[in-house]
């Protein structure tokens, strides 16, 4: 848990910061020296990736900013990255190339953090980390064994609390053995069709009060991906005094009552299906009707396109997918991927934790679903909830938001494990059979003959 007064002490250095920040007297992404051709912006504006250079198979950046990853089954990742004052970790043209693709097949334009918002259930405290808290200043040195297997790049940190150690070690990109790709008996006796998987993680740790979270994305050689966020570090010395029935017995008998509260993680995602901003936003949902008769029950599936700026309710059955504006597959199916959040304690004490998805038209000042430092005009909000008003969608940008309700137990503590929240991207009709099929199925797509 937080520490109030470290907490507090935090959140007044990164606010001064960013009011600095909005008048030109700070910087806010950086990373290696040799990082061009991205520049560093000013804290007021936002760095804007540059798109893939044609006829390059690439991300355009520097090596030092790069990371590509062949995986099991010939499938290859590539990005960029970079460094944010606030949002820290920022992952930028994101392209898969699985087996058979000429090309790589860009996915996202970018991909960070949108805020993390912490709400205390006795009301007395309540956190934006990413824009109030310092999240970014707070990023963390990994020792070897914190990346097994992988690179630990260094990420110069503008605004970190120790000026003196503004170079950290701090980007893990390894690769992680997940087990079964696929299984399938074949048809021959003793037959069996199977893989073991192998992801590409990319991760940071920042440290805000007495937390540290784990910023984690995982690419999948099928093309999906996950975006995760684990919670670590150590219970707060100073919130043990939730004696209002608001927390739960820590220790020894019950005489500490840890404080209960709530983690609301936002994400923000620039789709760049096949290279081309935009795309078009799909709802969909399907009914279970019961027979008269008992008899197995009708299930209709019905799309929605969604046009206008939506606020979004994850229910049972429903779900959302950004379909590529240009792309199609070799079956000749438009590419897409599909939103699929992950278990979610959604908060409902403020109006933009009130919905899981939320379509917005891009505009760069948008960077924040809460607490938004960037100038987006005198009339306009400050959280993403205020976005939806009813602008066409041209250009939609994603935020998904995951919440998880904190009831600290015993074994919190000390370390407290990690507990993880997150949603995954996954492809829907990008290619035209699984990429990891093995050559003698490849015949199998559609009706069997």
Not at 160 to 182: F, I, M, P
Not at 255 to 267: E, L, P, Q, V
Not at 422 to 427: I, K, R, S, Y
Request: proline share 6%; aromatic share 8%.
């Amino acid at each position: 848990m937080h520490l109030n007064r470290i907490h507090r002490a935090r959140r007044r250095a990164a606010v001064a910061l960013a009011a600095s920040a909005l008048l030109g007297g700070a910087t806010a992404a950086a990373g290696p020296a040799s990082a061009a051709p991205q520049t560093t912006p000013l804290a007021g504006t936002v760095a804007k990736a540059p798109a893939a250079r044609a006829g390059t198979t690439g991300p355009d950046c520097s090596a030092a900013y790069r990371i590509e990853q062949t995986l099991t089954g010939g499938t290859t990742w590539r990005m960029c990255w970079r460094y944010e004052s606030e949002a820290g970790l920022v992952l930028d043209q994101i392209s898969y190339q699985p087996k058979g693709e000429a090309k790589p097949i860009m996915v996202l334009t970018s991909a960070k953090l949108g805020q993390i918002h912490v709400p205390y259930d006795d009301g007395k405290a309540e956190y934006d980390d990413l824009t109030g808290a310092g999240f970014g200043s707070g990023l963390q040195g990994m020792l070897p064994d914190e990346c097994p297997g992988g690179t630990i790049k260094t990420v110069k940190v503008v605004n970190a609390w120790d000026q003196s150690e503004n170079e950290v070690k701090g980007l893990c990109a390894t690769t992680r053995a997940r087990g079964h790709a696929y299984r399938m008996a074949g048809d021959q006796q003793g037959q069996v069709w199977q893989e073991q998987g192998k992801d590409l993680l990319v991760y940071t740790v920042n440290k805000v009060g007495w937390y540290e979270y784990i910023t984690e994305w995982r690419f999948q050689a099928d093309g999906l991906v996950s975006a995760n966020v684990g919670a670590t570090g150590s219970l707060s010395p100073g919130d043990y005094d939730a004696g209002d029935g608001r927390g739960w017995p820590i220790g020894e008998g019950a005489k500490s009552y840890a404080t209960s509260h709530s983690h609301n993680i936002f994400w923000r995602l620039n789709f760049a299906l096949d290279g081309t901003p935009g795309g078009r936003v799909e709802q969909y949902d399907s009914v279970v009707t019961p027979r008269p008769d008992g008899s197995t029950p009708t299930t209709m599936t019905t799309r929605t396109p969604v046009t206008k700026e939506l606020a979004g309710d994850a229910k049972s059955m429903r779900w959302w997918r950004v379909v590529s504006a240009t792309g199609k597959n070799k079956d000749g199916h438009e590419r897409s991927y599909e939103i699929v959040p992950g278990a979610s304690s959604k908060y409902s004490g403020r109006p933009y934790t009130r919905h899981d998805v939320y379509f917005t038209e891009y505009k760069a000042c948008e960077q924040f679903a809460t607490n938004n430092l960037r100038n987006c005009g005198p009339d306009a909000g400050k959280s993403v909830d205020t976005w939806v008003n009813g602008e066409t969608l041209k250009n939609p940008i994603a935020w998904v938001n995951i919440g998880f309700h904190h009831v600290a137990r015993d074994e919190d503590q000390q370390p407290m494990p990690v507990h993880w929240q997150g949603f995954q991207l996954m492809p829907r009709d990008v290619t035209a059979m699984n990429p990891l099929t093995p050559p003698a199925l490849a015949g199998a797509n559609g009706r069997p003959q």
